[in-house]
């Protein structure tokens, strides 16, 4: 099983600011399936990015997914009152298909 | 638009069983392979199986298997997920997914079903 651990656990910005999020995985992940989710409190995970880097339909591209391997990273630019919220990432490319501890964006 | 809409809340004691519904509107769902995932609270995500596209193939997480049960019935447009011998640990959030890819996300999910397991 793959394990994904997320950094920070969390993260305090302002508006306006950049966040880097980091899903470090335990092994390498098969066709670079990772995709990351928003979550907000009571409500489902949302799909931001999937196969590290294309975004989900009517995600805006100041959300932006890279890495390879086993080092994934989410960059959430120009950050609008909207994105504080949690963020995990997930494994698609072997079962089973696991989640990272998440990361929450916090306004400073 | 795409909707999956689930069951209502539970309360189950120990030992017992729980079937969850996820009704799918807004597309065929036989074209898109249907997963099951629970969160308990304040924990990550947790993958519990799949229900794949076109045959229904299902596949189970290590974790689960033997207690959980997916199926499908496509002319309800409706999948269930039945999780038996429930536990204290069982109790979370219970959510369907869609996944058009294996390996691209789940791009629409349920809004959850909330389980208690409590004597």
């Known amino acids: 099983e793959i394990v994904l651990t997320q950094s920070p656990g969390t993260l305090s910005l302002s508006p306006g600011d950049t966040a880097t999020l980091s899903c470090r995985a335990s092994q390498s992940v098969g066709g670079s399936y990772l995709a990351w989710y928003q979550q907000n409190p009571g409500q489902a995970p949302r799909l931001l990015i999937y196969?590290?880097?294309s975004r989900a339909t009517g995600i805006p591209d100041r959300v932006s997914g890279s890495g390879s391997g086993t080092d994934f990273t989410l960059t959430i630019s120009r950050l609008e009152p909207e994105d504080f919220a949690v963020y995990y990432c997930?494994?698609?490319?072997?079962?089973?298909?696991?989640f990272g501890q998440g990361t929450k964006l916090e306004i400073k | 638009q795409v909707q999956l809409v689930q069951s209502g809340a539970e309360v189950k004691k120990p030992g017992a069983s729980v079937k969850v519904s996820c009704k799918a509107s807004?597309?065929?769902?036989?074209?898109?392979?249907l997963h099951w995932v629970r969160q308990a609270p304040g924990q990550r995500p947790e993958w519990m199986g799949w229900?794949?596209?076109?045959?229904?193939?299902?596949k189970y997480s290590q974790k689960f298997q033997g207690r959980v049960t997916i199926t499908r019935d496509t002319s309800a447009s409706t999948a269930y997920m039945e999780l038996s011998s429930l536990r204290s640990e069982d109790t979370a959030v219970y959510y369907c997914a869609r996944n058009d890819y294996t390996g691209n996300g789940f791009d629409y999910w349920g809004q959850g079903t909330l389980v208690t397991v409590s004597s």
């Open positions: 807004g597309y065929s769902l036989s074209s898109y392979a």
């Open positions: 196969g590290t880097s």
């Open positions: 997930q494994q698609c490319g072997s079962l089973p298909f696991t």
């Open positions: 229900i794949t596209a076109g045959n229904g193939d299902r």
